[in-house]
T-cell receptor
């Protein structure tokens, strides 16, 4: 069974641009969550989706948004990029709501210049 | 707000020896989950072990076990017979529950474990 797939793996964007990151969960998993990892702030929760509905949201500005499609694939979007948005963005999937047994992807490394 | 504290930024252990990583958390909830995740240099987070707060028995997964002290709000990870592949960042995480759902996951700052051959 394929694992969690995040695309792209690496991304370089210019300040002010917007970016969309994609996450394909493990087949059969219906819950997807997103995290931001930076050296300064550590691991921080962004969003959680289950059956196309946002179940939880972290303390991030409105520039960060996400969605989940009917096939459970998820995307997150960051608009008006800032230098501080440079981070590793991790996606995790779980077969059920709650992500108490989460499987992570390898992440997307976003660099904002 | 829930907080998770890992007071050991770095630790080292000799191969084949045992090491214990510490984690404390702060919560007013009675029902929650605690996790230890491993993040090797490849960056992919791997769930090591999970503990449900209502279970008194400490979770065990092969060489990994926890010491869960609910009253003390402590959740330490013991790695026995350490192997070179255990070298990684280890994150402690907390997830609370409420009627009808789950709260967001909160992570600690991580402990970098070095395994010395």
């Amino acid at each position: 069974k394929a694992g969690v797939t995040q695309t792209p793996r690496y991304l370089i964007k210019t300040r002010g641009q917007q970016v969309t990151l994609s996450c394909s969960p493990i087949s059969g998993h219906r819950s997807v969550s997103w995290y931001q990892q930076t050296p300064g702030q550590g691991l921080q929760f962004l969003f959680e989706y289950f059956s196309e509905t946002q179940r939880n949201k972290g303390n991030f500005p409105g520039r960060f948004s996400g969605r989940q499609f009917s096939n459970s694939r998820s995307e997150m979007n960051v608009s008006t990029l800032e230098l501080g948005d440079s981070a590793l963005y991790l996606c995790a999937s779980s077969p059920y709501e709650g992500n108490t047994e989460a499987f992570f992807g390898q992440g997307t490394r976003l660099t904002v210049v | 707000a829930q907080t998770v504290t890992q007071s050991q930024p770095e630790m080292s252990v000799q191969e084949a020896e045992t090491v214990t990583l510490s984690c404390t958390y702060d919560t007013s909830e009675s029902d929650y989950y605690l996790f230890w995740y491993k993040q090797p240099p490849s960056r992919q987070m791997i769930l090591v072990i999970r503990q449900e707060a209502y279970k008194q028995q400490n979770a065990t997964e092969n060489r990994f076990s926890v010491n869960f002290q609910k009253a003390a709000k402590s959740f330490s990870l013991k790695i026995s017979d350490s192997q070179l592949g255990d070298a990684a960042m280890y994150f402690c995480a907390y997830r609370g529950t409420f009627s009808g759902g789950y709260q967001k996951v909160t992570f600690g700052t991580g402990t970098k474990l070095q395994v010395i051959p």
